[in-house]
């Protein structure tokens, strides 16, 4: 065993303690040598330790240092190095990117010149790591949102399997004729935030604006809160979706209404999607979220998971480039990272790792694919820095129309008003 990855193999002991597990390579004279980090489990530790050995590998003048954390630890790590100017030349990065931004390098030269191989994925997984017209990084796994449904409850009620194009209003009316046939709830927990800002997007609006880094509200219009307070409202009032208190006793998603069997349909990110057809033991099927209008928008959006980004001050960024390039599009590395970090973005990668995977699997791979090409935003509107403060409120004032304290028009006006007050202080 080499020095430097028996240092990583001991040092991984430490990992659940959060403390660094570290690869030191030596070097040889003239070789150019490059730091890295990232976060995550033994599994993905393992994995990575493994990708970099590869690349040496066929890259003998390039030797890796890198050291691995656990989440809490990574980012203390990573404020020190941010204090002491010292960022390693490869690093993992999430969606708080924004406040590292001076230690981003940008990408797009890399991307155009041909040393980031991006010839087998698209804009829209690449937007996905875009900001103010900067390639940031390049994403490691990407997810979607969508709707889990159970076909065997739709064909016994008698509702027909939805369309890719289906509407909210048709998920309005399936979940009334499944809970009036079979009695049980037509849809579990919707994750109602970000169903409104969807909303918005499908309206030809977005909820935050992205020319203002999300510092503004990117619409002026309040009406269009409406329709989805009184979806919300007339589905629990018919006993068509759960109160409150029953959604309070979903403490994980294994145990969501779906899984139970008293549901026909919930929410889901993409990735949770084998989670719960597995622990409900049947039969599902993963659907685009439902649209406005047949013809119209799907506001279907790609997330990253996490990313690998480049600092920039590195000395060798050329040399970085060459590795996430590798990271992302060799096979034989692939299948040792086997998709851990989310579904990659390049499409070999995901038709190889598809080949021996389950169903469910599978379809959720189909699914990021279809969101792919369903992604029609213009950019990529990130959550502003008061998502939480404006969500807790939207969720109150929610609440309160299911209860007939409010109005959904009065609700609308005062989301709005409130959200405009928040971000109005920054």
């Known amino acids: 065993m080499n020095f430097k990855k028996w240092l990583g193999v001991a040092a991984a002991a430490l990992a659940t303690t959060s403390l660094a597990a570290c690869g030191q390579g030596a070097g040889n004279d003239g070789d150019v040598v490059l730091r890295?980090?990232?976060?995550?489990?033994?599994t993905r530790h393992?994995?990575?330790?493994?990708?970099i050995e590869m690349f040496e590998e066929q890259h003998p003048g390039i030797t890796?240092?890198?050291?691995?954390?656990?989440p809490d630890g990574y980012w203390t790590a990573m404020n020190t190095r941010v204090a002491s100017d010292d960022v390693w030349d490869i690093f993992q990065m999430g969606g708080n990117f924004q406040q590292y931004?001076?230690?981003?390098?940008?990408?797009?030269?890399?991307?155009?010149?041909?040393?980031?191989?991006?010839?087998?994925?698209?804009?829209?997984?690449?937007?996905?790591?875009?900001?103010?017209?900067?390639?940031?990084?390049?994403?490691?796994?990407?997810?979607?949102?969508?709707?889990?449904i159970d076909p065997a409850m739709f064909a016994a009620a008698g509702v027909a399997i939805p369309t890719e194009d289906w509407t909210w209003d048709d998920f309005t009316a399936a979940a009334l004729q499944i809970h009036n046939?079979?009695?049980?709830?037509?849809?579990?927990?919707?994750?109602?935030?970000?169903?409104?800002?969807?909303?918005?997007?499908?309206?030809?609006?977005?909820?935050?604006d992205p020319a203002t880094n999300s510092t503004t509200l990117g619409f002026d219009d309040p009406s269009k809160l409406v329709p989805y307070f009184e979806m919300r409202?007339?589905?629990?009032?018919?006993?068509?979706?759960?109160?409150?208190?029953?959604?309070?006793?979903?403490?994980?998603?294994?145990?969501?209404?779906?899984?139970?069997?008293?549901?026909a349909?919930?929410?889901?990110?993409?990735?949770?999607f084998p989670t719960v057809a597995n622990a409900a033991g049947r039969d599902l099927l993963l659907l685009p979220l439902p649209r406005l209008s047949r013809a119209g928008d799907s506001g279907m959006g790609?997330?990253?998971?996490?990313?690998?980004?480049?600092?920039?001050?590195?000395?060798?960024?050329?040399?970085?480039?060459?590795?996430?390039?590798?990271?992302?599009?060799?096979?034989?590395?692939?299948?040792?990272?086997?998709?851990?970090?989310?579904?990659?973005?390049?499409?070999?990668?995901?038709?190889l790792l598809q080949q021996g995977a389950d169903a469910n699997l599978i379809a959720v791979y189909d699914f990021v694919d279809l969101a792919g090409r369903l992604d029609t935003r213009s950019g990529n509107p990130l959550e502003s820095p008061n998502n939480a403060e404006i969500r807790d409120n939207f969720e109150l004032l929610l609440e309160r129309v299911v209860l007939g304290q409010l109005t959904p028009e009065e609700a609308a006006q005062q989301t709005f008003d409130f959200a405009e007050q928040v971000l109005a202080r920054n």
């Open 36 to 42: 890295m980090a990232w976060w995550g489990s033994q």
């Open 46 to 51: 393992d994995a990575t330790v493994a990708v």
């Open 64 to 70: 890796i240092e890198y050291e691995f954390f656990a």
């Open 101 to 148: 931004m001076d230690q981003i390098l940008d990408l797009s030269p890399f991307i155009n010149d041909g040393t980031i191989d991006v010839s087998r994925t698209n804009d829209s997984f690449l937007d996905t790591t875009r900001f103010e017209g900067k390639q940031v990084g390049i994403s490691n796994g990407v997810n979607a949102n969508g709707i889990a």
């Open 181 to 208: 046939r079979l009695g049980v709830y037509g849809s579990s927990a919707l994750s109602d935030f970000i169903a409104t800002t969807i909303l918005i997007t499908q309206s030809g609006a977005n909820f935050f």
């Open 233 to 263: 409202r007339d589905l629990v009032q018919a006993g068509a979706f759960p109160d409150s208190g029953t959604l309070a006793t979903i403490t994980d998603i294994e145990g969501d209404l779906l899984v139970t069997g008293e549901a």
């Open 265 to 272: 349909m919930t929410w889901v990110a993409s990735n949770q």
């Open 302 to 351: 790609l997330t990253s998971s996490q990313m690998f980004s480049i600092s920039s001050s590195s000395d060798h960024p050329e040399e970085a480039a060459k590795f996430i390039s590798f990271f992302q599009n060799d096979e034989e590395a692939n299948r040792i990272l086997n998709g851990e970090r989310g579904v990659p973005i390049m499409s070999h990668i995901r038709e």
